[in-house]
């Protein structure tokens, strides 16, 4: 695995060590899915499942769209 060196402002690297424990993973690990989603080019296999097959869990909304979308453009 390669190894990279990155200057980061003081809260930024501290913002990135509490979200990396609070997954319970390595900073490196954490940093790496970061730039694995930021570069992905293709879905991800979870929201490709739900949109073919509707496999999910999404709830009506507690407020409809209006009826005439265009009266608010």
Known sequence: MAQVTIYLPADVLEAARKCADQE???????????????????????????????????????DPPPKDVHTFL
């Open 24 to 62: 319970s993973r390595s900073l490196s690990a954490w940093v790496s899915t970061l730039i694995r989603e930021a570069t992905a080019t293709e879905w991800p296999e979870s929201l490709v499942n739900l949109l073919h097959h509707g496999d999910g869990d999404l709830a009506e909304p507690d």
